[in-house]
């Protein structure tokens, strides 16, 4: 019984640290980062596209975890650049407030693939989190984004309440 313990410890061991990631992900220019500009992202004109979910809680609470008070995406098309605009605006202060996914699409053969993104872009014991990213030498195509906004505050003993919203923009065209 031991030399068999033995062998299967050695097997989970060998498994657990000589496992090799089966798939990398590609990523192009991640972007730099540039100030969240709020004239900018609420401008209204052809060259912006904005998020089809955004929403404004300031009067009244339609959400039932009651984390996220705000929520805005915005892709504007400049020249040969993207800018991307976003801002997740919690109730009061909480834990954990940002994104967990941010992705900026290309039409490709008539299907969106990836052309960039940002994972797990948090910001910690405050209310609001805003990402501002400017994409540069954008090749001609139709573009959109979308991301998950995120807060997290705590909870009952060690159970956090989260929520997590999705949103997503209408495409601009980069000619």
């Known amino acids: 019984m031991k030399k068999v313990l033995c062998a299967w410890l050695t097997a989970l061991t060998m498994f657990v640290f000589c496992s090799v990631p089966l798939a990398a992900s590609a990523q192009t220019d991640a972007g730099t980062d540039i100030p969240y500009d709020p004239i900018a992202a609420s401008q209204i004109n052809e ?5 089809l979910y955004d929403f404004d809680n300031s009067e009244i609470s339609t959400r039932a975890s009651n984390i996220i008070r705000a929520v805005t995406l915005t892709l504007v ?11 997740t605006e919690s109730v009061g202060i909480v834990l954990k407030v940002g994104f967990t996914e941010v992705v900026v ?3 490709v053969n008539g299907e969106w693939t990836t052309y960039t993104q940002w994972t797990d872009y948090y910001f910690e014991n405050t209310g609001v989190c805003s990402l501002g990213k400017a994409i ?17 505050k705590d909870g009952f003993l060690f159970w956090n309440d989260k929520q997590e919203y999705y949103n997503e923009t209408s495409t601009v065209v980069i000619s």
Do not use: F, I
């Not at 060259?47 to 998020?51: E, F, L, P, R, V």
């Not at 650049?81 to 976003?86: F, I």
């Not at 954008?138 to 997290?152: D, L």
């Open 136 to 152: 540069t030498n954008v090749p001609s195509g139709t573009y959109r984004a979308y991301c998950y906004h995120y807060a997290e």
């Open 77 to 87: 098309k400049d020249g040969h650049t993207l800018k991307l605009y976003a801002q």
């Open 105 to 107: 699409q290309r039409l």
């Open 47 to 51: 060259n912006t596209a904005h998020g």
